[in-house]
């Protein structure tokens, strides 16, 4: 009997354990529900989000008397021991120092990439250092580099088509994705924006084992970590935030978000997007169904949270008398005496 009362207890403390260790993933998956959920209704609220773009040659009205972003291309070439050439890129990256040829261009490998994460942010070098997959580590690169830095990150597959120029009026700009949430292929932003901090003070928390690569990355570094901490920060922004603070998402004269999207292959008004797309694997379809049934995905994790509910309360209040019993068990000295004291129940 005292030993089906240890089983008991370890039965117990496992799925409390169990439970301790899922309630992040649980999080990081109701914030993508969440997401999902908002992200139209929140530009519906707030059409000021929206950067209406029009091409170089009629700029849109200034916000600012100055460029709050530094003319700074930042591109991010990772290859970790792989055999991967960089030339198949060289026509995008040349196309883009061609349209904005006063622009600086920083071009980052691996050597000095973990040189510079290391120098600016140690508390993300562990991280950054133990991601499975470089793709993990480009992202949160690109995070970094503009955090320090400022300026514009381009993906390698990118061709530009118009100056970037006009666009360092603005504080943060990315485009959306597809099926909600912003997109992290092209980013620009001002020196330490806001958004960048929150954006890295959710790094070491995210940084958690999935099982599944394509969405270990998406939630721990990639589009839904990059979508969902946007969502929050825009949450936290009220009327009285300055434009500084503020973020935006490119959209054409009516408001329309989908035409600057980079998904596939793909031109915008801006780019040529050589649609390198990674959404291939059961894990990404597994994503892309979630955003087509958020309603049903929050239902179903709405279950597994009433059901986690359900069994703490069932072990909490059976964890008591087990507790009772074994310290009585414990108290006694015989073995004999123990199994009398199990009897009374
Ligand atoms: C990083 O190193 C590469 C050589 O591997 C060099 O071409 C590149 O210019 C360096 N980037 C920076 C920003 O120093």
Request: aromatic share 10%; hydrophobic share 40%; with cysteine.
């Amino acid at each position: 009997m005292a030993r089906q009362r240890q089983i008991l207890a370890l039965c117990v403390s496992a799925l409390l354990g169990i439970l301790l260790l899922l309630r992040h993933h649980l999080r990081d998956l109701s914030e993508v529900a969440r997401t999902y959920a908002t992200f139209y209704p929140h530009l519906a609220h707030h059409p000021e989000t929206l950067h209406r773009y029009r091409p170089a040659n009629n700029p849109p009205t200034p916000r600012h008397e100055i460029e709050l972003a530094p003319a700074i291309i930042h591109q991010i070439f990772l290859t970790e021991g792989r055999d991967a050439p960089l030339a198949k890129y060289e026509a995008g990256i040349t196309s883009c120092q061609a349209v904005n040829p006063d622009w600086t261009h920083y071009l980052w490998t691996d050597g000095n990439a973990t040189t510079f994460v290391a120098a600016h942010y140690p508390e993300i070098l562990p991280h950054y250092e133990g991601y499975k997959q470089s793709i993990q580590r480009a992202n949160i690169l690109r995070y970094a580099l503009l955090d320090h830095f400022g300026g514009v990150y381009l993906d390698l597959d990118i061709t530009c088509l118009q100056p970037l120029d006009d666009l360092r009026l603005l504080s943060f700009v990315t485009p959306g994705a597809y099926p909600a949430g912003v997109n992290n292929a092209f980013i620009l932003s001002r020196p330490h924006h806001g958004f960048l901090q929150h954006l890295l003070d959710g790094v070491e928390s995210r940084d958690l084992l999935w099982g599944m690569p394509y969405i270990e990355n998406m939630l721990s570094t990639g589009c839904m970590f990059f979508s969902n901490r946007w969502m929050s920060y825009v949450r936290s922004l009220s009327a009285h935030s300055g434009d500084e603070e503020r973020v935006f998402i490119l959209a054409d004269q009516t408001g329309d978000i989908e035409p600057h999207m980079l998904r596939g292959k793909v031109t915008t008004p801006l780019f040529t997007h050589g649609g390198a797309s990674s959404w291939h694997g059961w894990d990404a379809a597994a994503i892309v169904m979630i955003g087509k049934h958020y309603y049903y995905f929050a239902a179903f994790l709405g279950c597994v949270f009433s059901l986690a509910v359900l069994s703490i309360r069932r072990c909490t209040k059976s964890r008591p008398v087990v507790s009772r019993r074994w310290r009585r068990s414990m108290d006694k000295t015989g073995d004999s005496e123990a199994l009398v004291g199990v009897k009374e129940r």
